[in-house]
């Protein structure tokens, strides 16, 4: 139970401000739309991974995303993570 509160948690803190400050910067820098649809499926792809993480590691997924929420983390470091993972 404790695990799913985390991984609905982290996906409302960190994986939503995650799709949000992606798409903010890539529409900031006039990218082609389908480079930013591009972007969001990628996104949506790999989110199940960062939340399968949070359900096994609730711990993890409770810092990060009070981290996000907060500001102590920009989301853009929780997605290097995802890439250097992928």
Do not use: N
């Amino acid at each position: 139970m404790i695990s799913d509160i985390a991984a609905w948690l982290f996906a409302l803190f960190a994986i939503d401000p995650l799709q949000a400050q992606i798409s903010e910067r890539l529409e900031a820098a006039k990218v082609p739309v389908a480079a930013v649809q591009q972007s969001r499926q990628c996104i949506t792809s790999h989110a199940p991974r960062l939340v399968e993480r949070a359900g096994a590691e609730p711990g993890w997924a409770i810092v990060t995303a009070v981290g996000v929420a907060t500001g102590w983390t920009a989301p853009a470091e929780l997605w290097l993570h995802v890439i250097q993972t992928a």
